[in-house]
């Protein structure tokens, strides 16, 4: 199989409608002490019957011990991450039915991004966010601080299912836009959302859905494509950018915010340049919270194309 024959986005959704019914239900109704059994039940489930996610996994792993040799994995650590993934999803819609609130945050930000946006004063500005932890509790919470608006830019289409059962337990609150439909028309309604004082969050850890404007990182060890998506959406917006990382550890989630790029209004000539070097600066950052949460960078599909199927 070549490097782009099977795209993340091509992969059939694993979330099937029933299996999502029933963690809506088991988030609802069950005890905090009998949702853990429930959920590695499931996720054994999709374990077993899903090779190529395990295999991909453990080649994950690999390089990350390889790149940080610190790292110790526990027994079974493939499953474990599976069952790490599997938690997570029970925690987004755990957040949207109000079982996780804000209070249960722990906050991060020496470099006083709050203060950013408490400023009603400032143009909006970007979150760069990964399929690291769960972004997702945060989404959520943002109705905490009044007057805040985020916008998130997704690649969700190949989730019909998930997204469906996301709204019916109240997710239809947060701005959802698709990224596929990012034309000039929409980066205009972007600019103006900007602005206005909104904000955008988007993921910087996977291959566009269309496959183009990638750029060449040293990621765990292993040259990968990482989208320039992000980086391009900053200096046509010519705003500020943080990074977002929301980190389950010890029970709880850790919410890590951070200053990136104070300044993206980059001249044409050196605008290619600029970002490669944020691509990269940001895989780095990356491949340093991937070792110190090496159970939480929910990418199943084959990242560094390695050709495996």
């Given at each position: 199989?070549?490097?782009?024959?099977r795209h993340w986005a091509a992969q059939q959704e694993r979330g099937h409608r029933v299996f999502l019914m029933l963690t809506t239900l088991m988030v609802r109704y069950l005890p905090a002490v009998l949702m853990k059994p429930?959920?590695?039940f499931v996720v054994f489930y999709f374990y077993a019957?899903?090779?190529?996610?395990?295999?991909h996994i453990?080649?994950?792993?690999?390089?990350?011990?390889?790149?940080?040799?610190?790292?110790v994995l526990p027994r079974f650590?493939?499953?474990?991450?599976?069952?790490?993934?599997?938690?997570?999803?029970?925690?987004?819609?755990?957040?949207?039915?109000?079982?996780i609130r804000y209070e249960d945050l722990v906050l991060e930000d020496p470099d006083d991004v709050y203060a950013l946006m408490r400023d009603r004063s400032l143009r909006g500005q970007i979150f760069v966010c990964s399929h690291l932890g769960n972004a997702e509790i945060c989404r959520a919470l943002v109705s905490h601080h009044q007057g805040f608006k985020l916008n998130v830019l997704v690649h969700s289409r190949h989730a019909q299912a998930f997204n469906e059962a996301l709204q019916k337990a109240g997710a239809d609150r947060i701005q959802l836009i698709q990224v596929t439909d990012l034309d000039a028309a929409l980066m205009m309604e972007l600019n103006r959302r900007i602005d206005a004082g909104e904000w955008i969050a988007v993921a910087a850890d996977r291959v566009p859905v269309r496959g183009e404007k990638t750029v060449a990182v040293d990621f765990l060890g292993s040259p990968a494509q990482m989208p320039q998506g992000a980086w391009l959406l900053a200096g046509l917006l010519k705003t500020r950018v943080h990074t977002l990382f929301c980190i389950k550890q010890n029970g709880r989630y850790r919410l890590k915010l951070r200053r990136f790029l104070e300044n993206t209004d980059w001249k044409r000539n050196r605008r290619e340049a600029?970002?490669?070097?944020?691509?990269?600066?940001?895989?780095?950052?990356l491949a340093e919270e991937c070792a110190e949460h090496p159970l939480q960078w929910f990418n199943f599909y084959d990242f560094w194309g390695d050709g495996l199927p």
């Open positions: 199989m070549g490097r782009h024959s429930c959920i590695w019957t899903a090779p190529a996610p395990r295999r453990r080649l994950y792993q690999k390089r990350l011990q390889t790149a940080f040799p610190s790292v650590a493939v499953f474990r991450q599976f069952a790490a993934f599997g938690e997570a999803v029970c925690d987004r819609f755990a957040v949207w039915q109000r079982k600029a970002v490669a070097d944020a691509a990269q600066r940001f895989a780095g950052i």
